[in-house]
């Protein structure tokens, strides 16, 4: 039974960074598609940066275009999600999910084989 874990969420003020990592046992991340999502407190949850199997980018929400990226550490079966210059708006919980399928940015009810549970980013102003 697979299952992906995040981590790396915290505290952080305006304009700071984090990183979050996303690692997978049961099975080969490197096969799937990847998906960070996010969910605000009282807004539905909302793609935020997603990449095919071969790390080409399928969707990137606007606001983080520039901000965040996505990479892969194979050997640690781990994904990443870098996020710079960070405002109080990314504030949410933050999931990874993994799909055999390309997330293109339609609703991503059905989507993900595997999700994590999700890691509480907070950014202060």
């Known amino acids: 039974q697979g299952q992906l874990v995040e981590s790396g969420g915290g505290l952080v003020q305006t304009g700071g960074s984090l990183r979050l990592s996303c690692t997978a046992s049961?099975?080969?991340?490197?096969?799937?598609?990847i998906g960070w999502f996010r969910q605000a407190p009282g807004k539905e949850r909302e793609g935020v940066l997603c990449?095919?199997?071969?790390?080409?980018?399928?969707y990137i929400l606007d606001d983080v275009k520039g901000r965040f990226t996505i990479s892969r550490d194979n050997a640690k079966n781990t994904v990443y999600l870098q996020m710079n210059n960070l405002k109080p708006e990314d504030t949410g919980v933050y999931s990874c999910?993994?799909?055999?399928?390309?997330?293109?940015?339609?609703?991503?009810?059905?989507?993900?084989?595997?999700w994590g549970q999700g890691t509480q980013v907070t950014v202060s102003s």
């Open positions: 999910a993994a799909d055999k399928t390309v997330w293109y940015g339609q609703s991503w009810y059905g989507w993900g084989d595997y």
């Open positions: 990449v095919s199997r071969n790390d080409l980018p399928s």
């Open positions: 049961g099975f080969e991340l490197n096969d799937y598609a």
